[in-house]
């Protein structure tokens, strides 16, 4: 009788533990239709009441998750018998009672204050090509940042804290390790690539595509790839992005008449996340179980279709129709390796993250790692940013910006305060590569599959092996238990030097 | 010194009280967003997450306002000195927190939960036209409505007590007033309009209308009514409405290919509702003196630009030259006149709320009123519902409805538990004619005005005496302040009478 009592307290605790994840949950899906709203439908004018509707859910979810009823649920939960899923839920959700709690609350107004500021500052700065007016806010931020690790953990390397807040699972000494692989082995490669006399087909999409018709060819591309519309829609935004929850997951895009594969491929990748998110199992709506993994895997997502799908000749085989179909006078004469080169061409001069190719892409991030990662831990001084950024462009990738609007101000990010966030763009990339292997061996011919256009065998892949574990498992365990080995940029480097060696005819890559 | 720090004292509790009136301000319009997204943009697939998100809001928001901590502030706030601005808000602030605080919490939460249910059941008994289906959920709700009512004052009408969860100032007794004059001045008007044998040009817009171009025309119109598109946008849904704040107010509006004027209407209508809400003054966003006042005066807005202005000659001089230039085939006979009258046909046999003209509309929320208001007192039974309705339709309308889809289980408003809100929309027409004949009074020749398409005089007197207000005065104090009157339905039965008298040539009604 005794233990049956025991049981049911612990039951009836954890219950109420629930009721508040769920509740934290929801208000936090809440806030991310707020943020849809905004950047899709929400007339500009509407700015500065979101902003405050906004931050009174942040708020709100802060206090409940920081409460002390929460720390006491978890702390007697910690003592209870409970099962392995019930675990996880508890492993996530003091791991963001922890990093909430620990950071008073004047700092986190400090921080949401200076960088809600620093974003027009930023803007400013950018449109003037002027680092020096943006200087002064990027210094108060990193110190800012900087003071909510050491409260986190003051026993551990800064950026090694901050960059838990996007991975924080598979550790910041694997994400060095693997970005100076990256950096080690794609430098020779790409220097390769431009020595190469290969003509690549790049011209295939060349002149004006009408945006009306690249939206219907947007909307064919996820018809072919079997997006739910009953649970997502397809809109457009100045930057692509999905959201949502597994009931309703939402991609963007965006259209220039001159871009049409841009748009495309930008489809396929939010496809990719949304797919994720629509995998996550309904019955865990509201818990952690029911919530994707972190970035690292969810960008793993995006890029396995995008990259390992979208960008290969077997899709093209399937789509190439299609878009012959929607453009007649266009592409009349492409055939499917024409694409599959025009999709797969390595640029020579971008200095543009987001317009990047799928392997120079990991240079911009290499840079954006060691300069952010060095000002966390104290090794750079802000004022340093753009010279020191210019070198390594230079080094890296053998262009030089000409102006710090093309440098080390083209992107958003460390104006919102998010240093760390950079480097899971390429680990997900990586897990991709690992991820797409793991899933070639269990799938027989799925490139003929795919060539077919039966995607469904790689999405009850997906399905089976990552979506429907929510965050049940760390990160490490899930791809473990996904491809039955450790975390590895083996695959990721195969595969791209298998692909540019033919591409590009190198004898020492193929 | 000591009448200084007590001032300081108030001044701090008053602006802790702020704080938490603003944060459930923004809770409010961040549910609205979710409101609006769900009826416009949302994924039907969405709807199980949507509603645990709004369900939080709503508990989150509950709690806030029922807490000890505010009936504290409350209590504080009373016995200070405030501005007369402070005390509106107090005073708005107190009457929500005792209604909440009043109702113990497993009704709220039973009330929320059988009239989630209650809406499949009701969408289904009007479709199978059965209201056997319907009654028993209907009888719960009333029990629990009633319940609901008791709890916030046990020693009056429990009707009364509900009535003023939509319009809390004017008083019940107002609203069965105003709406037995308008049954006994209407029923033998609309008697007379029967016998009359006027020939309207009620087939002016009769054929096919492109809805695309039907919507070009709704956005002419809110182009021609200036409609702040910075802060403002215009979409479809099923059942037209607007929603947001003073920085962002949206419309939405229908189409079908028969029923352009409704189209045109519906958005004046809406257009009248955001233009109220743009209104409010921005710097007083997030307390109720940025908050508009309730459904009567809300509604009046809407309707006195629907009915004073988009039903008047003096609009369709102005607007239908761009009716004729949108659909060049279809109206180039028609004069202003034409348009007019088709604007202001008196239907013979409607029985549909939503469709009905300016001036049956009334004898609709009569029937609802009454049955409502009984049903909550206990004078009525639920299963007799039907009959009754009939009956009265009979009696105020001379048409009886074949079956209860047509009849009583044709509004949504009783399966969401809202008895009490019918009354407004008549309510809100009749102060509509009260204003608009104190503008008519203030603005020189208005009708030359908005014939010549200046709004700006009507809009400025609108913003000047009802919207800039906010919630700061009580619905009465507020009609007193802009018409130097009491609320009055004089106006408004003078209006429809020498209006439908001309136009139906009544020798008593001129």
Redesign the interface.
Known sequence: MASEAAADEASDTYSEFIDKV??LT??G???G??GW?QEV??????????S??????S??THEILTSDEMAELLDELEDEDLTDEQEAVVREVRRKHDRAARVPQDLVEEISQVSSEAMPVWKEAREEDDFSTFAPTLERLVELKREQAEHIDPDRDPYEVLFEDYEPYLGVETAERVLDRLREELVPLIDAIRESDADLATETFSGEFDTDTQEELARDVLDTLGY??????LDTAPHPFSS?????A?VTTRFSPDEPLGALMATVHEFGHATYTLGLP?ED??TPLGDSRDMTVHESQSRLWENHVGRSRAFWERFLPKVKERFPDKLDDASVDDVYEAANEVYEDNLIRVEADELTYHMHIVVRFEIERDLIRGDLDVEDVPEVWNDKYEEYLGIRPDSDAEGCLQDIHWSHGDFGYFPTYSLGSVLAAQLFDAAEDDIENLDEKVAEGDFEPLHDWLTEEIHRHGSRYTTDDLIREATGEEYTADYFLDYVKSKYGELYELDDYQ
């Open positions: 769920e509740r929801n208000l899906h809440a806030g239709v707020l709203d439908m929400m007339p500009e004018g509407g700015t500065p009441a979101r405050k509707q906004r931050s009174a859910l708020t709100v739910d519309w009953d649970h997502g829609r949502g929850n597994q009931f309703d939402r309904r709506y509201g």
